[in-house]
């Protein structure tokens, strides 16, 4: 980066300031007394380029406007990275009201407006940043002191900024990673406790399953027995209907079988008397009665009633097995009824029952003897079909009553079923997340290790570029110094920290800074600072450099200054552009431009004046 022009409007000391065709190689001369405006030029390159100043911090821009003014300007024309052209420049008004804008030449839009834009746009044109930039090309007019070793800026130009950001950036990643296993193990210690507190016992849905599973077989056979009971009764009653039916037919059949077997007799008996004994007395007295008769009519007469006989036994005898056949569904009835009361006895009557209550045992007897009387009967095909009816539908109903008392028990077990399997569901559903939370803090632990680790390689690594960014560091002393001392002093000691010890030819040994005079420890520092802009220039900046160094001189000799001005001609090779401010220079001092300063001017113009800038209106406060 080269300043090619610098021009402010208002601006600390400076009511109009023009500086133009600065030359690109050689040192700058700036001179003059106390308070005549020569530091005010390395404070406009430094406002331009970061929006603030050694001396005042990003916002306080209104600080610099010119005493009595309501705002102020300043523009920067400068090259970076080659032979491109920008132009930087910012307005500042006594409201707080910023505005800023970076443009190449030849562009007709900006490559960025607003302060922090056009700060983070020049930045990443240059190569460095505010911080960077005051630890080494540009010195404000302060005491040169040793640079600490953890500053910001030292670690950017030893390369160990991006380090560093990755090792905060890995200390933030352990600290989430270690809240989120913490978070993770309360969660799973918390879901622990939901399990806990859901009570979910191992044997107990497994319970409920066999007590519901016993209940339902238990309401199928009560069922079962119930409908069968009623079934028999139906098959029973139908029977018994029939029953009657056959009895009254089979008594018909019985009677006229034996009118005809008795008329067979009777009707053959005749027959024989008039074919076989037509004197006896009797056969005289029918033939007397009846003197058409025909001994043959008798005789057919007693073949059809024979016949007649024995349809109508045949027909009694059909009918007395269809009553037989009657007795079967009674017999079966019978064997359902008293099957099932002993079966399913009445609540009491069990043995169980007797034992626990012998009163509701010997309530419940008679209808236990009410029962075998008449299955007893039943069997014997005895009682009336009316009476069984009663019972049978009794029993049946006691039956199906108890069934769906099972019933309502059943549905309380299925409700509790299902709130045990909701709650078992819940439960695994929890240790489902507790596993995974648990899982999930391993692998954050896992994590926080590996960040760990690697926060121990990245420091490994800083100690180790630190090392060796100290002892490039400590050649480039080792070249300068002499140049500054006049080869009085050549060695030096750079720790870790950064403290320096000079080696001095005339003790034979390294003498602490404290120990030499106020001079030497200036030009040591000084070689220490462009130790550090040429590090810097090395690591990060494209293209040539210029150098700002205020006061830098203070406590030189003439002859030191003069020696110093001559090393700065040429020392580096790419940082060609060197302003170097004092109140005066020795005599046959050389520059490539000298500029006076004067106390009572507020203006100043080197070189031809340049057009003015385009305006640019001040943005709301704090853009």
């Known amino acids: 980066m080269i300043i090619k022009a610098i021009s402010a409007n208002n601006f600390l000391k400076y009511e109009d300031l023009q500086l133009s065709d600065l030359p690109e190689h050689g040192v700058i001369g700036v001179r003059g007394n106390n308070e005549s405006g020569k530091s005010s030029i390395g404070e406009l390159i430094c406002y331009a380029l970061f929006g603030q100043t050694f001396a005042n911090n990003e916002g306080e821009g209104a600080k610099l406007i010119s005493w009595g003014e309501g705002e102020g300007s300043v523009k920067v024309t ?20 910023y505005a800023a804008r970076l443009d190449r030449a030849g562009d007709d839009e900006p490559l960025a407006r607003g302060c922090e834009a056009v700060t983070d746009a020049v930045a990443e044109l240059v190569g460095f940043g505010f911080d960077e930039f005051i630890e080494t090309f540009y010195l404000a007019q302060r005491e040169i002191i040793s640079p600490h070793p953890q500053s910001a800026a030292l670690k950017s130009i030893a ?23 913490d978070q993770a193990r309360r969660d799973s210690d918390r879901i622990e406790r939901e399990i806990q507190d859901l009570g979910v016992r191992e044997d107990e849905l497994g319970d409920l399953e066999r007590q519901a599973e016993g209940l339902r077989k238990e309401r199928a056979e009560r069922e079962n027995a119930s409908n069968a009971l009623s079934s028999a009764m139906r098959a029973y009653r139908e029977a018994s209907e029939r029953a009657s039916a056959v009895a009254g037919q089979k008594g018909v059949a019985g009677f006229l079988s034996f009118l005809s077997l008795v008329l067979a007799v009777v009707s053959g008996g005749v027959w024989y008397l008039l074919e076989k004994m037509p004197a006896h007395p009797v056969g005289q007295k029918i033939t007397a009665a009846v003197p058409q008769a025909q001994p043959m009519w008798f005789l057919i007469g ?14 009694s005898a059909t009918l007395k097995k269809h009553a037989g056949a009657a007795a079967a569904p009674a017999k079966e009835l019978a064997e359902k009824l008293e099957s099932t009361h002993r079966r399913f006895p009445p ?33 014997e095909f005895q009682p009336d079909p009316a009476e069984v ?23 309380q077990l299925d409700e509790a079923i299902g709130a045990e399997r909701a709650k078992r569901e819940q439960a695994e559903a929890l240790q489902t997340r507790g596993r995974e939370l648990q899982q999930k803090a391993d692998a954050r632990e896992d994590e926080r290790a590996h960040r760990e680790l690697a926060i121990e390689l990245l420091q490994g690594s800083e100690r180790h570029m630190l090392h060796r960014f100290n002892a490039e560091l400590r050649n480039m002393v080792a070249t300068l110094l002499p140049l500054f001392t006049e080869n009085r002093y050549e060695h030096l000691q750079i720790t870790e920290d950064l403290s320096v010890r000079v080696f001095s030819n005339k003790k034979r040994d390294y003498m602490e800074l404290s120990e030499i005079s106020a001079g030497t ?42 020696e110093t001005l001559k090393v700065f001609g040429d020392f580096h090779e790419d940082i060609t552009q060197v302003f170097v401010v004092a109140q005066h220079f020795p005599a046959g001092s050389e520059f490539a431009l000298d500029i006076e300063c004067d106390g009572d001017e507020d203006k100043l113009v080197v070189g031809e004046t340049p057009p003015p800038p385009a305006p640019t209106e001040p943005a709301a406060a704090g853009e």
């Open 389 to 411: 009816e009663k019972t049978v539908d009794q029993e049946a109903e006691r039956v199906r009553a108890a069934a769906e008392e099972k019933s309502a028990r059943i549905d």
């Open 302 to 315: 007693a073949a059809v009633l024979a016949a007649l006989f024995l349809i109508f036994w045949m027909r």
């Open 159 to 181: 390369g160990l900024a991006v380090l560093e950001q990755l090792e905060d950036d890995f200390q933030e990643e352990i600290t989430a990673e270690r809240n989120a296993a």
């Open 347 to 379: 609540e009491g009557a069990t043995d169980e029952g007797a034992n626990d209550d012998a009163a509701a045992g010997a309530e419940a007897a008679p209808a236990a003897e009410q029962i075998n009387a008449l299955t007893r009967r039943l069997k």
């Open 521 to 562: 420890q200036r030009q040591i520092m000084l070689a220490l600072r462009l130790a550090l802009a040429e590090q810097l220039h090395a690591l990060a900046v494209p293209g040539k450099q210029f150098l700002f160094l205020d006061e830098p001189f203070a406590f030189f000799d003439e002859d030191r200054t003069r």
């Open 78 to 97: 400068f090259t970076a990275g080659g032979d491109t052209t920008y132009e930087v420049s910012r307005v500042v008004d006594m409201d707080g009201n």
